[in-house]
């Protein structure tokens, strides 16, 4: 256990710093490091820093943010931190999100707490100009996030239509239908669905 391997973005460096995130390391494992300084053919002793395991001292970052306005509704679509990199990468479901979110004109903050990565706030008012920041936090370690930047989306005019009626869907083996009522005529509809 004593076949210290080079720490890469750490030889010969002349900064009291390194970044070693392209080390490629396990997280979950158990890392030591030490460090010596050296000046021609000197050197200091090496002195060693405590064992660490990575995923249990990481920070947790801050999601990606994506919003779509609706008359009085707000679609967020969140991206888990770390999201591309391998710290959360085995972390799929470890995460809720806090999202808070406020009336431009008001100023006045509420929070809404949701576990899922697309989810939607319902009864805004429409032409509105809404802020929010959303927060993860890592269940299993209790550990709370960075907050987001603030992004900011005006909902829109409100429907002049009304919406479909008596919908329903039937399901019968692996054949799912929908079917709704409507008055109007000469008009389309879109449908979308999302995990419950």
């Known amino acids: 256990m004593e076949n210290w391997i080079k720490l890469p973005g750490c030889q010969h460096i002349m900064d009291t710093k390194c970044d070693f995130s392209s080390a490629n390391l396990d997280v979950y494992e ?15 002793s090496w002195i060693e820093v ?8 990481a920070h947790v970052g801050p999601p990606a ?3 779509e306005a609706e008359d009085k509704a707000i ?5 888990r931190p770390g999201k591309g990199g391998n710290m959360w990468a085995l972390d799929d479901l ?6 808070d979110i406020w009336s431009n004109s008001s100023g006045v903050e509420k929070t809404v707490k949701t576990s899922y990565l697309t989810d939607k706030i319902f009864s805004l008012l429409p032409e509105t100009t809404y802020c929010l920041k959303v927060k993860a936090v890592q269940i299993g370690l209790g550990r709370h996030g960075a907050y987001s930047p ?20 039937y399901a019968d083996s692996k ?8 008055t109007y005529t000469n008009v ?3 449908a979308q669905w999302l995990l419950a």
């Open 188 to 190: 389309t509809f879109k």
């Open 150 to 169: 603030v992004h900011c989306i005006n909902t829109t005019v409100a429907n002049k239509m009304p919406a479909p009626e008596n919908v329903k869907v």
């Open 175 to 182: 054949n799912y239908v929908l079917t709704w009522d409507y």
């Open 30 to 44: 158990e890392v030591k490091l030490h460090l010596r300084a050296e000046q021609g053919n000197s050197s200091s």
């Open 50 to 57: 405590d064992s660490f395991v990575p995923f249990k001292i």
């Open 75 to 79: 679609v967020i679509y969140i991206t």
């Open 65 to 67: 943010v994506h919003l």
């Open 94 to 99: 470890g995460f809720t999100y806090s999202i």
